[in-house]
């Protein structure tokens, strides 16, 4: 019996010195864990040592999201804010906003002539010129118009990467974007000869062929060759691909983008006779 009784004063010890060594768990709120021991909770702070240490740390309690102690209770100190909900979209004032509906913008080319990026406005404005004597039951936004509300949107060559076709119907309140892509290339020269002569006479007797004098001229004229290429695609509102055709010029000239342009809007479904 005294065995017995002696086993169990043992064991009664065991636990009590297990229960007084288990750590206490200090969870902050920005997600660390600090393992140790509280020794105070003062009315702004915790004294506090870490396991193993006896240096003590004064944690301030506005840190702190909870403390798990050795004995397995859980003192809460500030709960994890919350991510603030999603607000739900405005209410839209159908009075207030554009239809976009039928409403067509066209955006700057990207022209690239002799692998270097050039001007493309001039091609933009050729292209609003002709869709717009062929626009039928769509209106046709003007390029200045185009191009102020992307400038003001923060829309640029480089920066137009980061926005879908889609975000971009938005910015500019159309329904379908023309987007193009003119590439030029210098190719061969064509070199023209043509030949002339004048006739200078001396004396005063036209009839003395020994007195005249016959000179000749040789010109030559070259010019120069390019090989074009057009991209043209159309997107709407959705951020899809209603149109996209490409198309290799068939003139040589500077100006061959022109016809080839022309050539691929009678075929979009935004054409009009």
Same mark, same amino acid.
């Given at each position: 019996m005294k065995k017995l009784l002696t086993g169990i004063a043992l064991l009664l010890v065991s636990i009590i010195s297990f229960a007084q060594s288990?750590? $206490?768990?200090? =969870?902050? =709120? $920005?997600? $660390?864990? =600090?393992?140790?021991?509280? +020794?105070?909770?003062?009315d702004n702070d915790? !004294?506090?040592?870490? %396991?193993? !240490?006896? =240096?003590?740390y004064n944690i301030k309690k506005a840190e702190i999201m909870k403390i798990t102690f050795g004995s397995g209770r859980i003192q809460v100190?500030? *709960? /994890?804010?919350?991510? %603030? /909900?999603?607000? %739900? /979209?405005a209410s839209t004032d159908k009075s207030s906003l554009e239809d976009h509906h039928n409403k067509v913008a066209i955006l700057p080319f990207g022209f690239i002539r002799d692998g270097q990026p050039a001007d493309g406005e001039q091609i933009q404005n050729e292209c609003y010129s002709f869709m717009n004597k062929h626009s039928g039951v769509y209106t046709i936004l003007p390029p200045r118009t185009t191009n102020a509300l992307l400038i003001k949107a923060g829309i640029n060559s480089e920066t137009i990467k980061g926005f879908t076709m889609e975000d971009i119907c938005n910015v500019l309140g159309v329904e379908y974007v023309v987007d193009g892509l003119v590439t030029m290339n210098k190719?061969? #020269?064509?070199?023209? #000869?043509?030949?002339?002569?004048?006739? *200078?006479? @001396?004396?005063n007797d036209d009839d003395d @062929?020994? $007195? @005249?004098?016959?000179n000749s001229y040789s010109y030559g004229t070259a010019t120069q060759n390019f090989q074009t290429k057009l991209s043209l695609a159309i997107y709407n509102d959705k951020g899809t691909a209603v149109y996209s055709q490409d198309r290799t010029a068939f003139w040589n000239t500077q100006d061959a983008y022109s016809n080839t342009l022309e050539y691929l +809007?009678?075929?979009s479904p935004l054409y009009t006779k």
């Open positions: 288990k750590n $206490d768990v200090i =969870l902050k =709120l $920005d997600g $660390d864990e =600090l393992v140790g021991k509280v +020794l105070k909770i003062n915790i !004294e506090f040592s870490y %396991a193993g !240490e006896t =240096l003590t100190f500030n *709960k /994890p804010q919350q991510a %603030a /909900p999603a607000q %739900a /979209p190719t061969t #020269q064509t070199t023209t #000869q043509s030949n002339s002569g004048a006739v *200078k006479t @001396r004396g @062929r020994k $007195d @005249r004098k016959y +809007l009678k075929r």
